[in-house]
């Protein structure tokens, strides 16, 4: 079971506003970064009437991988996850669970949205924000690389994060996320396996695109090519991270990595369907790049053991249009969280022992 | 798309748009300040 029943009874407004209070301080750090920085320089980058300052004062180093980082986000992650898919097949680590509907939602899923997304976010991003926000392109393009690169990790996936997290603990949003925790294992396909409708949604998408617009555009290049990069191997059943915990002379690395950034151990725990190991954690482990609001705001679960079983109890193997789709398109399968008069939350309905799956 | 269909999904547009704006707010305005306040 993925959704997170027992603590959305607990989530009190307490919490929520504590969380909340804690996350406009950790939005405004960068901010606030930035202040003591130009305070202590004297910089006053803003009268420089270079319009794209950000990309003039990008270190050398960065330059020199700027070409990598561009073929990343055009064509390379999609080699990468088809290779990294391939290995994954190779070693067997999907074993016989990838029956034709998981085959075909996973597809759907990896395809569909490289071809429907981005002329949203380009109409979004060409059309809609500069009719909007007019006169406001480039405005803080003479944030330094550094700042930009801060300001926009910390926006893009703690918004990620809270839009997670709502998803798991809000009743009526889980069936938008529910498709991502449907497979009964894990893979590299598993980090694009979603809803469509939640996809397109994703406040983080529009937020950055938003940034950029307003002049963050280089700084978001490297962001999200890393996250992109963590995002993928987190999801993937090839445990990077394994040796990290196996040799002694590794663990001081182990442990500032697992706090910091998602690993396949804290992320497969999240698409543990159980808890009751105490190695899975699907009530928590929300954070996609960094793991560290987990840690902060007290979600997070780290074993550094890996799930026996992944999915949700209550998965009927719903059609993948309906995975895809829904609410535009229903299951058929009765009882189905997903179908026309189905319930909210699968475990509200008192269920006999053979309809749970393993 | 049910009548109820279109209310969560109207309802999820919604949070989604709370989630983009409330940091827009923050990091725009804090942006904006920094101008405002060290600019002189």
Same mark, same amino acid.
């Given at each position: 079971m993925a959704f997170d029943q027992s603590s959305s009874k607990k989530i009190t407004r307490g919490t929520l506003t504590r969380d909340a209070l804690i996350s406009v301080i950790l939005y405004a750090l960068p901010v606030v970064a930035l202040v003591i920085w130009f305070t202590y320089t004297g910089e006053t980058p803003w009268k420089n009437p270079v319009r794209d300052y950000a990309h003039v004062s990008a270190p050398a180093f960065l330059k020199f991988l700027e070409p990598i980082f561009k073929n990343l986000k055009s064509w390379g992650f999609i080699a990468l996850a088809l290779g990294l898919g391939v290995l994954e097949f190779a070693l067997g680590l999907y074993d016989n669970k990838w029956t034709p509907t998981e085959r075909k939602i996973d597809i759907v899923c990896f395809l569909a949205p490289k071809f429907l997304v981005p002329p949203v976010v380009a109409y979004f991003s060409l059309t809609l924000l500069p009719t909007l926000l007019p006169g406001f392109a480039n405005v803080f393009s003479w944030v330094p690389f550094w700042g930009g690169f801060f300001l926009i990790a910390v926006a893009d996936d703690l918004t $990620? !994060? =809270?839009? #997670? &997290?709502? #998803? #798991? $603990?809000?009743? @009526?949003? =889980? &069936?938008f996320h529910r498709t991502h925790h449907s497979a009964p294992y894990m893979g590299m396909a598993m980090a694009s396996r979603q809803n469509f409708i939640y996809t397109i949604f994703f406040s983080q998408t529009y937020l950055t695109a938003t940034l950029i617009y307003l002049g963050l555009g280089y700084p978001a290049l490297f962001v999200t090519a890393i996250k992109s990069l963590i995002t993928m191997t987190a999801h993937s059943s090839i445990a990077w991270d394994k040796p990290f915990y196996k040799y002694r002379i590794l663990h001081p690395i182990a442990w500032v990595l697992e706090r910091l950034i998602s690993t396949p151990a804290t992320h497969h725990a999240h698409h543990a369907d159980s808890a009751d190991d105490g190695i899975g954690n699907y009530k928590g482990n929300f954070g996609n790049m960094f793991f560290l609001w987990d840690v902060i705001f007290g979600t997070g679960l780290i074993t550094r053991q890996y799930p026996s079983s992944y999915g949700i109890k209550f998965y009927k193997e719903e059609e =993948? !249009?309906? $995975? @895809?789709l829904w609410p535009i398109f229903k299951s058929k399968k009765e009882g189905s969280e997903l179908a026309a008069n189905g319930p909210e939350v699968g475990d509200e309905v008192e269920t006999t022992p053979e309809l749970v799956s393993a | 798309m049910a009548t109820q269909d279109v209310k969560i999904l109207a309802k999820k547009i919604g949070v989604s748009i709370l989630i983009y704006a409330i940091p827009l707010a923050i990091l725009g305005g804090g942006l904006s300040l920094i101008k405002l306040l060290i600019i002189k």
């Open positions: $990620q !994060y =809270w839009y #997670h &997290r709502l #998803h #798991h $603990q809000i009743p @009526f949003m =889980w &069936r =993948w !249009y309906a $995975q @895809f | -």
